[in-house]
């Protein structure tokens, strides 16, 4: 089993840069890919990025492609997601998400494990 917690959720203006974090618990993190989604209010919850188990493949939704980055450190059973140029539809809360498959993916329900969600919010 994975816990995860995030963290680095803040306000921040449009323009500005965050970098979220997940750190992980649990032996077999390496052999997870883990993802980043958001959910804004009152929408679904949105695939942002995900990475492989080794961080040979990485995947962006197109809104974020070059201003996202995804990385992980299995050293440190963490992964982070570094954001820039952030933009106020980049709002919402983003989850960290761990799929046993360890390729990577952009659909919800192939993620085993969820994080709790960090609070992004970006004003204009």
């Known amino acids: 089993q994975v816990q995860l917690v995030e963290s680095g959720g803040e306000l921040v203006q449009a323009g500005g840069s965050l970098r979220l974090s997940c750190a992980a618990s649990?032996?077999?993190?390496?052999?997870?890919?883990m993802g980043w989604f958001r959910q804004a209010p009152g929408k679904e919850r949105d695939f942002v990025a995900a990475?492989?188990?080794?961080?040979?493949?990485?995947y962006y939704a197109d809104s974020v492609k070059g201003r996202f980055t995804i990385s992980r450190d299995n050293a440190r059973n963490a992964v982070y997601l570094q954001m820039n140029s952030l933009k106020p539809e980049d709002t919402g809360v983003y989850y960290c998400?761990?799929?046993?498959?360890?390729?990577?993916?952009?659909?919800?329900?192939?993620?085993?494990?969820w994080g709790q969600g960090t609070q992004v919010t970006v004003s204009s």
């Open positions: 649990g032996r077999t993190f390496s052999s997870y890919a």
């Open positions: 990475i492989s188990w080794g961080g040979g493949r990485v």
């Open positions: 998400a761990a799929d046993h498959g360890g390729r990577g993916s952009a659909t919800v329900d192939d993620y085993d494990y």
